[in-house]
């Protein structure tokens, strides 16, 4: 498992379908930004489907992976948008 922040940066008419895909494999937390734990496999599986999604000529995603969520110190400042929760 590793920890992910994935970002994206889509024309608007494509920011529902990138939306739902995000959302099938991450935390969403603010516009167009995700977060969470995820498997290698998953992850790859996640990027091939947003891949058919985006134009690589006009949209960008941006992905930074940590091994582990204590692998960094995360700071809101303002209203938090979706608050990730964990459930057991």
């Not at 959302?23 to 058919?52: A, C, D, M, P």
């Not at 995603?61 to 091994?67: A, H, M, N, R, V």
Request: hydrophobic share 40%; net charge positive.
């Amino acid at each position: 498992m590793m920890y992910v922040i994935l970002v994206y940066d889509v024309e608007q008419k494509r920011v529902a379908k990138a939306l739902k895909v995000c959302r099938g494999y991450l935390h969403w937390v603010q516009n167009s930004v995700f977060e969470g734990e995820i498997t290698e496999g998953k992850l790859k599986e996640l990027l091939q489907k947003i891949k058919v999604v985006i134009n690589k000529k006009k949209d960008s995603i941006l992905l930074y992976k940590f091994e582990q969520e204590k692998a960094f110190e995360k700071e809101i400042i303002g209203q938090e948008k979706a608050p990730v929760s964990q459930i057991i």
